[in-house]
């Protein structure tokens, strides 16, 4: 028996039908190879507190469900993504963990939001900058904003203050064209998206594989998507990185690939291609 646990709304802001889709369709591919599947969200796993399947593939972002799913794995579960990889996935984590693995991502810095950051803003020669919701995942879209000065970023910086939010990721603007991948490392996939939405020619989309494979690495997290920026130098620069995406361009055939790598999983065979 497999468990197949939905994302809880609050953490698909604007996605949540397209998120439950990759999850219902990776359930389907499960079934049709003739595996049980029951499909929770995470509301019911943190109600329960535990679950009797020790084969698990989630869309989870909870602490509480995070928790729960760490607990399970300690216990020698199968769970895709593992929690540890989740967790890594926060802003916080990403900028930290890809600049000093020396991954190309946009200049950064990690503030407390109640502190004044303009200084180290100016020091650090920012001022068109994104400013992201880092001490936990998005649930608005406020958790994103871009501005244009480092008052401007004050100024946001002390909103989320108000709204409870402890910690912010304030990086560069890199203007350029986007570059959408998503990968699962265990099955060997990956897809890469064009300016234009369709298939990147093959020279940029291997050198986008290249580096977004070598961030899945470093954030330790199997089942993958994110937003890439070419630059006018045709440098690339991983500008956003999550755990577990809706895939929705290529829904279908990731749904596959992610019902491959659990399957793969079951057997104990977890390298990434």
Same mark, same amino acid.
């Given at each position: 028996?497999? $468990?197949?646990? @939905?994302?809880?709304?609050?953490?698909?802001? !604007?996605?949540?039908?397209?998120? $439950?889709?990759?999850?219902?369709?990776?359930?389907?591919?499960?079934?049709?190879?003739?595996?049980?599947?029951?499909?929770?969200?995470?509301? /019911? #796993?943190?109600? %329960?507190?535990?679950?009797?399947?020790?084969?698990?593939?989630?869309?989870?972002?909870?602490?509480?469900?995070?928790?729960?799913?760490?607990?399970?794995?300690?216990?020698?579960?199968?769970?895709? !993504?593992?929690?540890?990889?989740?967790? !890594?996935?926060?802003?916080?984590?990403?900028?930290?963990?890809? @600049?000093?693995?020396?991954?190309?991502?946009?200049?950064?810095?990690?503030?407390?939001?109640?502190?004044?950051?303009?200084?180290?803003?100016?020091?650090? =020669?920012? +001022?068109?900058?994104?400013?992201?919701? =880092?001490?936990?995942?998005?649930?608005? *879209?406020?958790?994103?904003?871009?501005?244009?000065?480092? %008052?401007?970023?004050?100024?946001?910086?002390?909103?989320?203050?108000?709204?409870?939010?402890?910690?912010?990721?304030?990086?560069?603007?890199?203007?350029?064209? @986007?570059?959408?991948?998503? =990968?699962?490392?265990?099955?060997?996939?990956?897809?890469?998206?064009?300016?234009?939405?369709?298939?990147?020619?093959?020279?940029?989309?291997?050198?986008?594989? +290249? @580096?977004?494979?070598?961030?899945?690495?470093?954030?330790?997290?199997?089942?993958?998507?994110?937003?890439?920026? #070419?630059?006018?130098?045709?440098?690339?620069?991983?500008?956003?990185?999550? /755990?577990?995406? +809706?895939?929705?361009?290529?829904?279908?055939?990731?749904? *596959?690939?992610?019902?491959?790598?659990?399957?793969?999983?079951?057997?104990?065979?977890?390298?990434?291609?």
């Amino acid at each position: 028996m497999i $468990a197949a646990i @939905l994302r809880a709304p609050v953490y698909s802001p !604007n996605h949540i039908g397209i998120d $439950a889709d990759i999850l219902n369709l990776t359930a389907e591919q499960l079934r049709r190879r003739g595996h049980r599947v029951r499909i929770l969200s995470e509301e /019911d #796993l943190i109600g %329960a507190g535990d679950i009797e399947e020790e084969t698990v593939v989630h869309m989870c972002r909870h602490q509480r469900s995070l928790e729960i799913l760490a607990e399970k794995e300690a216990r020698g579960a199968t769970v895709v !993504n593992s929690a540890a990889s989740v967790e !890594n996935c926060l802003r916080e984590r990403v900028a930290r963990i890809l @600049l000093g693995s020396g991954i190309a991502f946009p200049d950064s810095l990690v503030v407390q939001t109640d502190t004044v950051v303009t200084a180290d803003m100016e020091a650090a =020669g920012l +001022s068109e900058v994104w400013i992201k919701r =880092g001490d936990t995942f998005p649930r608005h *879209r406020e958790d994103i904003t871009f501005v244009r000065t480092p %008052a401007q970023a004050q100024q946001i910086v002390q909103e989320y203050f108000l709204r409870g939010i402890k910690r912010a990721v304030i990086s560069r603007h890199m203007p350029g064209r @986007l570059i959408q991948f998503y =990968g699962v490392g265990s099955a060997g996939y990956y897809s890469c998206l064009g300016p234009d939405g369709h298939r990147a020619p093959s020279e940029l989309a291997e050198r986008m594989r +290249s @580096l977004a494979v070598r961030a899945a690495e470093a954030l330790e997290t199997d089942i993958y998507g994110g937003q890439a920026i #070419l630059g006018a130098d045709e440098r690339l620069t991983i500008v956003d990185f999550n /755990d577990f995406p +809706s895939f929705a361009p290529v829904v279908k055939e990731a749904s *596959r690939a992610i019902a491959r790598a659990l399957l793969s999983a079951m057997k104990g065979d977890r390298g990434r291609s």
